[in-house]
T-cell receptor, first 113, second 120 residues
Framework: GENVEQHPSTLSVQEGDSAVIKCTYS??????FPWYKQELGKGPQLIID?????GEKKDQRIAVTLNKTAKHFSLHITETQPEDSAVYFC????????????FGKGTSLLVTP | NAGVMQNPRHLVRRRGQEARLRCSPM?????VYWYRQLPEEGLKFMVY????????ESGMPKERFSAEFPKEGPSILRIQQVVRGDSAAYFC??????????????????FGQGTRLTVV
């Protein structure tokens, strides 16, 4: 089955700096890669996603890159703010949105003022 | 338009009791997914349901666990004879299917706030 590895497990940055979280996956059939942000006591919230026919996608301060050959994808957050502090999960799936997504173990991001 | 609603938010059960977790998907959503999150872990897929049908339950333990999504009412995840290892956060997500070109695709999945089950 699919195995998603996520690094680092914790990340601390100064406000205004960039944060990068990396994930690798094992199943070459995976073609949908969402990123979720989870705040304490809340459910995961989709922040950006990418499908395997696209190499990069950007939404304001957030960008995701995908390298299908190497089977890895990354989340980039620029100009970080304290409210970006949360746990971020990458996931990989086949086909569509919420179906049988395989999640990484999460990265706890702390943005200090 | 309310989001995905899960209740209860917190549930405490003694070993051997039954736990019933409820999920009301977003209005208009006919696809429901249940995930389990253990402490310090990512979410693990359990089951995918559409109205009155189980599409894929490959992630759900064969015993003690069952799920349904009736024509009327919320989706229910039922855990019988709970054990301490069942303690986790259980999340429900929902999506809607739409036609994109000639292909039926599910839109983004929206997650509820979860039910935190503690077995004592």
């Amino acid at each position: 089955g699919e195995n998603v590895e996520q690094h680092p497990s914790t990340l601390s940055v100064q406000e205004g700096d960039s944060a990068v979280i990396k994930c690798t996956y094992s199943d070459s059939a995976s073609n949908y890669f969402p990123w979720y942000k989870q705040e304490l006591g809340k459910g995961p919230q989709l922040i950006i996603d990418i499908r395997s026919n696209v190499g990069e996608k950007k939404d304001q301060r957030i960008a995701v890159t995908l390298n299908k050959t190497a089977k890895h994808f990354s989340l980039h957050i620029t100009e970080t703010q304290p409210e970006d502090s949360a746990v971020y999960f990458c996931a990989a799936g086949i086909g569509d949105s919420g179906y049988a997504l395989n999640f990484g173990k999460g990265t706890s991001l702390l943005v200090t003022p | 338009n309310a989001g995905v609603m899960q209740n209860p938010r917190h549930l405490v059960r003694r070993r051997g009791q039954e736990a019933r977790l409820r999920c009301s998907p977003m209005k208009g959503h006919s696809h429901v997914y249940w995930y389990r999150q253990l402490p310090e872990e990512g979410l693990k897929f359990m089951v995918y349901l559409q109205k009155e049908n189980i599409i894929d339950e490959s992630g759900m333990p064969k015993e003690r666990f069952s799920a349904e999504f009736p024509k009327e009412g919320p989706s229910i995840l039922r855990i019988q004879q709970v054990v301490r290892g069942d303690s986790a956060a259980y999340f429900c997500a929902s999506s809607v299917s739409s036609l994109v070109g000639t292909r039926q695709m599910n839109t983004e999945a929206f997650f509820g706030q979860g039910t935190r089950l503690t077995v004592v």
